[in-house]
Structure formats: structure tokens, C-alpha cells
């Protein structure tokens, strides 16, 4: 059973500002991170200090949209040595990449919960909080995410094109993770506690935002998830916010009501962000 995470209220008249991070491939940019990426930057020994965001305020949480490096414990290393001194909470969900070492399977959400206790067995600096398995609050804010993967549903090629081990086990699990996710929307719809719900994904939550015209939208999109939360957003009307990653491609607009911001890294081989910032998103309740 998941379990919130209760912090102080929020200040500042309700509204409550967060950084933004995703797709950070730590291991393709630092060698002391280095995993299953073999990709690293020039002779670089690592690239600049990732910048703090711009704004009137300094955030005490940080999101983290999956696909830190290749593996967990490395991304929970990497987090822990960049920004744990930082923030008072870290919110993490899982991206593909981060499931690299388990190929063709993928790890158990189960399996995060002992490092997510390590890390918080330390009382200096934030608290981690696997969004996964535990939804957060903070005053009427309620945050939940899961890395909901694509059930190659809304790509070019029929579902049926993806048919080895991977493919079968990220069906699964995309279907998981959305049927979680909509049990707890549904739940905080029924708590009058609650003003304003934040999605977390790693995967896009509509193929609308992608940006890239060579991009499979059938490889970044959980369509179940888009259709029932974007499309009929009456079902879910505390949805306000939506933040993912995956795309490499960067995103701020709205859809059917809902904010949905993406700030991603990305690798050297694509966007080169060299000079790359933590994006602050203002929640307003």
C-alpha cells in the first residue's frame, strides 16, 4: 500500500516552486559515473556543474524525471552527490535507462524501496521519495508518478512489430503502472484535502509534444495513460501539471487544461547540453 509523504505547508500565498530535471545521462557525460553507457564527453573528466534555475526564490524540492544514468544505484549516487545538500525533497521516478543492467527484464518497483531507505537513514540533507511507491503532499498539492513507460500503441508500426522479451515486459509493466496510477488520481479525487495534483513521468504524456519529426511516438507515449487522463480530463479535474522527460526535446504548454513542462539533458550525441539548468515550475494550488 503506498503511503504519503507529508512536508511543511507550502508559503508564498499557496503556490509552491519546484526544479525540474530529466534525462541527465550522468554516465555518458562523467566518467565517474560510468555504467553501461560507453559515450563521454571529449576528454573531458565531466561536464560543467549543472546550473540552478532562474527565479525570485530558491525551490526546496527537486523533480527528477528518470534517466539519470544507466542503473539505480548509480543515479541515486549521482543525485546524492549533486543535489542531496541542495533541496529538502528529491522526487524520483523511474526512466528506461535506469532499468539498462536488468535487460531484457525489468527491476521491480520493490526493489528501489531499500536504497530509497538508505538514502533517507542519513537525516543530513533531502529526503528521497520514490514517487512509484509513495505519493507526496505538500498544503493541497499532491505529487504521484511512475515512469509509465509506451505500450507502442500510438507509433508507426503495429504493437505487434514488438514482440521479443524487452518489448513483451514493457507492455506489462507500461499497463502497470498506468492502472496504479489512475487508482491513486481516483483516490485523491475523493480527498477534499486535496487542490491540485502533479503528474511525474519519464515517458511524454502525449505524442502532440513531441517536437522531433523522426521520433516513434510509439516508443515515448503510454497511450492508455494520455487518453484517460489528458482526453477526458473530467475524470481527473485536480490534474493541473504534468512533468516528464524522455523526448530529449524540451516542452512547456498546455493541453486540455493541464500545464505539461519537459527539461531534458540529454545526451552529448544529440542536444550537446553542455550548459545545462534546473527549470523552476511554479505550482499554483
Same mark, same amino acid.
Given at each position: 500500500?503506498?503511503?504519503?509523504?507529508?512536508?511543511?505547508?507550502?508559503?508564498?500565498?499557496?503556490?509552491?516552486?519546484?526544479?525540474?530535471?530529466?534525462?541527465?545521462?550522468?554516465?555518458?557525460? $562523467?566518467?565517474?559515473?560510468?555504467?553501461?553507457?560507453?559515450?563521454?564527453?571529449?576528454? #573531458?573528466?565531466?561536464?560543467?556543474?549543472?546550473?540552478?534555475?532562474?527565479?525570485?526564490?530558491?525551490?526546496?524540492?527537486?523533480?527528477?524525471?528518470?534517466?539519470? +544514468? /544507466? =542503473?539505480?544505484?548509480?543515479?541515486?549516487?549521482?543525485?546524492?552527490?549533486?543535489?542531496? %545538500?541542495?533541496? /529538502?525533497?528529491?522526487?524520483?521516478?523511474?526512466?528506461?535507462?535506469?532499468?539498462?543492467?536488468?535487460?531484457?527484464?525489468?527491476?521491480?518497483?520493490?526493489?528501489?524501496?531499500?536504497?530509497?531507505?538508505?538514502? *533517507?537513514?542519513? !537525516?543530513?540533507?533531502?529526503?528521497?521519495?520514490?514517487?512509484?511507491?509513495?505519493?507526496?503532499?505538500?498544503?493541497?498539492?499532491?505529487?504521484?508518478?511512475?515512469?509509465? @513507460?509506451?505500450?507502442?500503441?500510438?507509433?508507426?508500426?503495429?504493437?505487434?512489430?514488438?514482440?521479443?522479451?524487452?518489448?513483451?515486459?514493457?507492455?506489462? !509493466?507500461?499497463?502497470?503502472?498506468?492502472? $496504479?496510477?489512475?487508482?491513486?488520481?481516483?483516490?485523491?479525487?475523493? $480527498?477534499?484535502?486535496?487542490? +491540485?495534483?502533479?503528474?511525474?513521468?519519464?515517458?511524454?504524456?502525449? %505524442?502532440?509534444?513531441?517536437? @522531433?519529426? =523522426?521520433? /516513434?511516438?510509439? +516508443?515515448?507515449? *503510454?497511450? %492508455?495513460?494520455? %487518453?484517460?487522463?489528458?482526453?477526458?480530463?473530467?475524470?481527473?479535474?485536480?490534474?493541473?501539471? @504534468?512533468?516528464?522527460?524522455? =523526448?530529449?526535446?524540451?516542452?512547456? #504548454?498546455?493541453?486540455?487544461?493541464?500545464?505539461?513542462?519537459? *527539461?531534458?539533458?540529454?545526451?552529448?550525441?544529440?542536444?550537446?547540453?553542455? @550548459?545545462?539548468?534546473?527549470?523552476?515550475?511554479?505550482?499554483?494550488?
Amino acid at each position: 500500500m503506498k503511503f504519503i509523504k507529508e512536508a511543511r505547508p507550502s508559503s508564498d500565498g499557496g503556490d509552491l516552486a519546484v526544479d525540474l530535471v530529466s534525462d541527465l545521462h550522468a554516465d555518458y557525460w $562523467d566518467r565517474r559515473y560510468h555504467g553501461v553507457a560507453s559515450i563521454v564527453i571529449g576528454p #573531458q573528466l565531466h561536464a560543467p556543474a549543472i546550473r540552478p534555475s532562474s527565479g525570485p526564490r530558491r525551490p526546496r524540492i527537486l523533480v527528477v524525471a528518470g534517466d539519470t +544514468t /544507466d =542503473s539505480m544505484p548509480a543515479s541515486l549516487r549521482y543525485l546524492d552527490e549533486q543535489f542531496r %545538500a541542495e533541496y /529538502d525533497w528529491i522526487l524520483l521516478v523511474d526512466g528506461n535507462h535506469e532499468h539498462m543492467e536488468s535487460r531484457p527484464r525489468l527491476f521491480p518497483h520493490a526493489a528501489v524501496e531499500p536504497l530509497v531507505r538508505a538514502w *533517507n537513514e542519513r !537525516r543530513d540533507g533531502a529526503r528521497l521519495v520514490y514517487l512509484p511507491l509513495q505519493t507526496f503532499r505538500i498544503g493541497g498539492v499532491a505529487f504521484v508518478g511512475s515512469c509509465l @513507460w509506451w505500450d507502442y500503441a500510438s507509433g508507426r508500426r503495429s504493437p505487434s512489430h514488438h514482440d521479443d522479451a524487452y518489448s513483451r515486459a514493457v507492455r506489462v !509493466r507500461a499497463r502497470e503502472d498506468w492502472d $496504479d496510477l489512475r487508482r491513486r488520481l481516483e483516490t485523491l479525487n475523493t $480527498d477534499p484535502t486535496v487542490t +491540485t495534483v502533479v503528474v511525474v513521468s519519464h515517458t511524454v504524456p502525449h %505524442a502532440e509534444v513531441l517536437n @522531433w519529426s =523522426s521520433q /516513434d511516438s510509439g +516508443t515515448h507515449v *503510454n497511450a %492508455a495513460a494520455s %487518453a484517460g487522463i489528458l482526453r477526458e480530463r473530467w475524470r481527473f479535474p485536480k490534474v493541473k501539471f @504534468w512533468l516528464s522527460g524522455h =523526448s530529449h526535446d524540451t516542452h512547456d #504548454q498546455v493541453m486540455g487544461g493541464v500545464r505539461l513542462v519537459a *527539461n531534458p539533458r540529454g545526451r552529448p550525441l544529440d542536444h550537446n547540453r553542455v @550548459w545545462y539548468a534546473r527549470r523552476s515550475v511554479l505550482i499554483r494550488e
